[in-house]
């Protein structure tokens, strides 16, 4: 009760600062551009732009067409689609309307590779990887608040992301972390595998693996991996690599050997061993040291591999190679395009935002996802061999983060109002419990649900941001449009990133013209709820 | 790792395609001699009911006390309807009904945090990062679809902290969770008029179409409009009264008790009623790390009512031979007793009650030592469990399915519990 008056006096104070906010804006559907985002606009700053990245996307692009068996030709997409792509697998969102006009208004040929980077340093991109990253880093849950923050971690994280630090720095502090969890964020890598007051070496130990390496060892906790050539003694080997870490009030720091002997039989302690590359396994401080330096020496492939594919896996909705943490070993023919990505990647200092710019750039993120006159079978196959772009299920906060967008016309961001920003929190918070968060992991083809279904189509979210009143897009489409086809077309873009298609208009048309040819509101919150339920919707294509 | 890999749900999609065709047709489906309501006896397909004790009950205060010893603190036993065996003093109800189930006094599971224990105990694996195994539940509503059921098939009433979910059989087998049982349903009612509705559904059809063209068999591999059109079937069907209480007599209400708990075992029978194969009743506030004593009797007095009632009347209706009813929790508690009057978390030897559906009464099994060993006599482990309840329902514990992770994993890795089932 408390809280629905404190969201409710919360809504009433954010609604007010929002439309003394809007009024700098009062054309929505303006398509001024702002004098910074003009032609005469410095070149936004990023990695290379230099030969090494045309080389770099030739490689790939190579790479791609030489394990396609498919001949049909694939249209490139459109240009909007592009952009929603992007935008949902970097921000959480669709593209606000206003980004939409900001782009068409670009008139330059490179505006795709333009929007491209500026989409990547936006700091939303650092902020919603980290928080996709930290899924496999530290796991979902709240984990034992006493020696575990999450959202430490997580601000940390993005803010190494947004400061482009080299990402193998951060992966090698994040295992070598000493002290509290608190103010030592990274730390929170290691605390969040305490069980009972001990570090639990052999959940680290999983987790590294599967997170830096693309390696699924964790059966071999028990018994030699039944298909991949993991025993058991590279295993204990890994997880020896942790026995002198310890957790005290004081934090995470590294015993001896000595005072580990002291308590326990030394035939207990296990011998560090890596189970491949060995010969770069070098001398560190701790054991810990030594593994982290191994992890992410440019030599050893599997940790760039590892990162690519969990990159395109971001970008794509589907692991260039799934389960997209247990791929093949290094040079595997069918893991290649893996290998030139994460060689790129080392090369040039593990940066991420390169990494991600490749594969944004490539003919396969940019493929059109639907092609007419091919049967299911020839499709399915273009899909799987990255000709056709796979259209996957959005994620349930992609979801409530673009139907918020698509209501509020502006880009939500940090720029936002405390208050409104807290609103939305509160709102994805329950919506993300209503609709199920499922982890780290969607499967690629992931089905809808019934409970999924009825939140979208009857759930209170969906009411009130459909509803048309002055605060709302629907509302103020309906103030702002002068006919039906406007009105319609602005739902679209607001919503479907798209204007829509001819026979789609004439089919819409009727149920929203009166005889005047002018709508009533309640008409455009019945096409903001269909253009919200619909599949295209809910799914990146 | 390319090779073919069939996946468990390829066979509900063969289903789908099934329902598909019949699409058009499926209000001309089940007559209405053919519903399961009207079904009794062995003949009638068969549901599961999970009790969850939530928190992790303490089996001497419950199922297994041992009065006058170190480890049995004040509470006392009460004989039952089954000879020589006392339960918790607190049951005095179940303890009449007690001659209809069968006690298992020497579960064991390998967790003792709450999280991992409930994943232990709902789908009867440990907890693997790479991999989700479905509830229970689940396995029996995947493997005994029930085409004539408008409304969801698997349901958690007063749904806990971990509602069972489908894991890799996927989504559509999670729980469909109702937080407030008898109360108002989740997302249930349109927001708008039966006409603009209408509109919105027509509007959707078009939006429909835009995205299958040049994406053939996508959009059916959503299942996005199948979905719909089977959420608005539930938000129009008559089978919604299952989960309305209103029509109950007060007696009845009463008899469960009128908590959230005592509504959930009620509407939970009228659903078994309904054809639906398996939901999930959860009563919290088991996690007696303090004052355990209170904190139980506080529990029995819901639990009690509610459980011996639920016994009585799917017997009383006919529904206990192909009705089955298994109440546990994620784990034990401490025989110590620790300085705060409470008990911790005890994996080793703990208790469930399970019964119906065929399996043996009376049945007790596995006993604990009265000195609080961790070993108890007998040990049950949960797979063994899971493996006898699916072997009642005609699963075969040991059919393999293909999982995402790409390699076969077994319904169950338990083996029958040959006590608990009838004699062949």
Redesign the interface.
Known sequence: MWRNRFIFICGLLAISAYVFGAAAIPEPISTAIPAAERSEAPEPKSGPTDGSFAQALADVEAELSARSSTAISIPVAEELTILRRLSLALHGTIPSLEEIRRFESDARPDRLDRATKQIIEDPRTADYVAERLSRSFVGTENGQFIVFRRDRFLNWLSTELNEGRPFNETVRDMISARGLWTDRPAANFITAAVTDDQIDNAELTGRICRAFLGQRIDCAECHDHPFAEWKQTDFEGLAAFFETTDISPLGIHEKSIAEIASQRATSEIGEPMVPFYSEGLTDGESPRDRLAAWIVDPQNKRFGRAVANRMWWLLFGRAYHAPVDDIPDPGDESTRLLDILGEDFATHQYDLRRLIRLIASTSAFRAASAIEGIDQSRFETAQDEWRIFPVSRLRPEQIIGSMLQAVQIRTADADDQFLFRLIRFVRERDFVDAYGDPGDEVPADASATIPQALLRMNGRFTRELTEANPFTGTGRISAFSSDVDTAVATAFLCVLTRRPHANELESIRPWMKQSDATFESSQLEDLMWVLMNSPEFAWTH | ??DFQPHP?LRSRRDLFRIALGGGLSFLLPPLSLRASEQRGVERPASLITVWLQGGPSQLETWDPHPGTKIGGPTRGIETSIPKIQIAEHFPRIAEQLRHLSVIRSLSSKEG?H?RGTYAVKSGYRP???V?HPSLGSLVTQALPNKSLEI?SHVALASGTWPPVGGYL???Y?A??VSDPGGQM???????STE?QA??V???D???R??A???????E?????E??R??LT??NSEQLEAFKIEEETAETRAAYGEGRFGRGCLVARRLVETGVRAVEVTLDGFDSHADNFDAHVARANELDPALSQLVRELRERDLWQSTMLLCVGEFGRTPRINSLDGRDHWPHGFSCLVGGGGLRSGVVIGATDPEGGREPVDPVTVPNLHATILSRFGIDPDEELWT????PLALSEGTPIERLLPAT
Request: no cysteine; aromatic share 4%.
């Open positions: 790792m390319s749900r945090d999280e693997d990062p790479t989700t969801p996927g989504a559509e999670d469909f969770k989740p997302h249930i009612n349109p927001p708008v603009r509109m919105r027509n509007g959707l078009i939006l429909n835009s995205f063209r040049g994406r053939p068999g996508q959009l591999r959503t299942l996005q409009p979905t719909v089977r959420a539930m938000m995402p992770i790409g390699r």
